[in-house]
């Protein structure tokens, strides 16, 4: 008998039918939809849709398609800093489908629909001042890194390719 390679039998996973006939099984990989989406949104598909929470007072609910936790926890986590929203959680509803569903109450001065603009306008404000530091932090180091090089080598900063000297 001749034995194949570990993910050769995971991707070939037969079994025996009532006729005693062996059958492909379907693996996990069969249940994953293609990469693409996850991102790319079809035809006529909105990435936010809101709907009026009838329940509670001043409280909707957002479903944002192709996005997942990351989006998610952030969009949660910033408007639960607001003064003026008294409750925010979001939930995705199976793990193979990329979206996820926010829920929003307010405490009436604002709609929830305002809140959320004002958390991703927020949000991506602190990302631009994340990325301005991460920058600027990386750009220092890896000045600190070309000089500490340049004094091992003997060679100052200016002279040579860069401070690099000869190679």
């Not at 050769?8 to 009532?18: A, E, F, K, Q, Y």
């Amino acid at each position: 008998m001749t034995r194949l390679p570990h993910n050769s039998i995971m991707r070939v996973m037969t079994s025996l039918n009532s006729a005693g006939k062996r059958e492909a099984r379907p693996t996990s990989e069969d249940n994953q939809p293609p990469r693409f989406e996850l991102f790319l949104l079809g035809d006529g598909e909105k990435k936010v849709t809101e709907e009026a929470d009838t329940r509670i007072p001043s409280s909707s609910i957002f479903t944002f398609n192709k996005e997942d936790h990351t989006l998610g926890n952030m969009l949660r986590s910033r408007l639960l800093q607001s003064d003026k929203v008294s409750f925010s959680g979001y939930k995705v509803p199976h793990p193979l489908e990329a979206r996820f569903i926010l829920r929003v109450q307010t405490d009436g001065s604002i709609t929830p629909r305002m809140a959320v603009i004002q958390a991703c306008k927020d949000l991506i404000s602190d990302l631009n001042t994340l990325n301005r530091e991460f920058t600027k932090e990386w750009e220092l180091r890896k000045m600190v890194r070309d000089r500490s090089k340049g004094a091992v080598n003997g060679v100052g900063v200016s002279d040579g390719i860069d401070g690099l000297g000869e190679l």
